[in-house]
């Protein structure tokens, strides 16, 4: 796969990623076309050395895997990490308002969204609806709006003077997105739209009534390569779907003679102490079957490692004294390696040592960041997992803006370059 080819699949997936469910069935799709093959938590597995498998956990994890000619507690596995999950605006339980003639939905703030980039954009809606068929039985599905049904307007700057210097965004009263013009007397119930737009896209479903939902907003426009030289990609869910995707295609062209794991966890953005997030038990749980029993668990732990990808700021020309002079990464110039002294990150010199042993036998470039001794640094699911499971982890991601906007911006190449790192770690 070349850079090219790497980055228009890319923008595929973005595109079809629209929420973490739609995320992990893409994935699981991509894995099962290649020969992967799904278990289930409650089933006993079988597992032999060069099967290849996933697990997915509440629609919005994922852990794939593939079994090397030495048993994993023997040999280790060389694992991936990522998120599925973005911020974004989450549907509220009872979400109709109308007000001056207009239907709006109310919604949640899901993870540190980056508010202003949100108005004035074509949002589309996507997410899992929960309901009752007309057998009594409780189903979930899958729906994607796919096209612009609302927009959150901005006020005129007429109406506020002050806007470019002093405005601020109330997020129970600025952002609620209009979907149409309706009266009191006709305003929808939301969950009737709901069970229309499943009975369109699931026809046999069946549908009796929409009980609950998990429903984001999202950006209609679609990811794109921009740029005077073509050198950016823009696009929504850069962070993480970049680490997701690329994580999967290393992990996909594996010659599968070492062991691999991949995890794709949900629920990153609003601190993984979930079911499904990295500081719940799902890694755990799968490393425990695949090791047998305790004492194999503890080899397995101690000879693996864990590449935790995750997306780095790169240094804005903007804004460049938001960057250590010498930590400053640049879009295009390669992976990043994260490094906290308080354990922000899991990167430490032995994990970090042979990332760059990896990337320098693909001739990837690498650089390094920490923030700025005055500021606080953010964190990721490497110290989490790390802790979790006591696997040795590094910290590593693609430079980008607009981390957590609307419309994120990385480099052309950086993706691709984490991609041959990766390849050639799961060598
Ligand atoms: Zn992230």
New binding site residues.
């Given amino acids: 796969m070349n850079q090219q080819q790497f980055n228009q699949q890319l923008c595929e997936f973005l595109d079809a990623a629209t929420t973490p469910f739609h995320a992990v069935a893409e994935m699981a799709g991509r894995l099962e076309a290649q020969g992967f093959t799904a278990l289930q938590e409650d089933a006993s597995w079988d597992l032999q050395a060069g099967g290849k498998h996933f697990v997915i956990r509440n629609g919005s994890s994922i852990v794939a895997f593939v079994i090397g000619s030495q048993s994993p507690p023997v040999e280790g596995m060389r694992m991936v990490g990522a998120?599925t999950d973005s911020p974004c605006l989450m549907v509220k339980p009872v979400p109709e308002v109308t007000r001056q003639g207009y239907f709006q939905l109310g919604v949640e703030v899901y993870g540190g969204v980056l508010l202003n980039p949100w108005f004035d954009r074509d949002l589309s809606l996507a997410g899992r609806v929960a309901y009752q068929c007309e057998d009594g039985q409780l189903r979930t599905a899958l729906i994607d709006y796919r096209e612009a049904v609302a927009t959150i307007p901005s006020l005129a700057i007429h109406l506020d003077k002050e806007a470019n210097k002093s405005r601020s965004i109330n997020p129970q009263k600025d952002i609620l997105p209009l979907l149409c013009q309706s009266g009191d007397d006709d305003k929808p119930d939301f969950r009737d739209l709901l069970k229309s737009r499943l009975l369109q896209e699931h026809p046999d479903c069946a549908v009796q009534q929409v009980l609950d939902y998990e429903l984001a907003f999202y950006d209609s426009q679609a990811a794109a390569i921009i740029g005077l030289e073509r050198e950016f990609i823009a696009g929504a869910r850069l962070?993480?779907l970049l680490s997701c995707f690329t994580g999967l295609q290393a992990l996909l062209r594996g010659d599968g003679t070492a062991s691999a794991l991949l995890v794709c966890n949900d629920h990153?953005?609003v601190g993984s102490l979930s079911a499904a997030g990295a500081q719940g038990p799902l890694l755990r749980s799968v490393l425990k079957r695949l090791a047998g029993h305790e004492q194999a668990y503890a080899a397995l732990t101690d000879r693996s490692m864990m590449i935790s990808a995750?997306?780095a700021h790169g240094i804005h020309p903007n804004y460049a004294d938001r960057h250590d002079d010498n930590h400053g990464p640049l879009l295009n110039r390669g992976p990043v390696i994260k490094i906290n002294a308080n354990q922000r990150y899991a990167s430490n010199s032995e994990t970090a040592g042979l990332f760059r042993m990896l990337a320098a036998a693909e001739n990837v470039p690498v650089q390094s960041f920490v923030v700025r001794t005055d500021m606080a640094c953010g964190s990721?699911i490497g110290p989490l997992t790390a802790a979790e499971t006591g696997i040795k982890t590094i910290d590593v991601g693609v430079p980008t803006f607009a981390?957590h906007s609307i419309r994120e911006l990385a480099g052309r190449w950086d993706g691709y370059y984490l991609y041959r790192a990766l390849r050639e770690y799961f060598k």
């Fill in positions: 998120h962070d993480n990153e953005e995750d997306n990721t981390m």
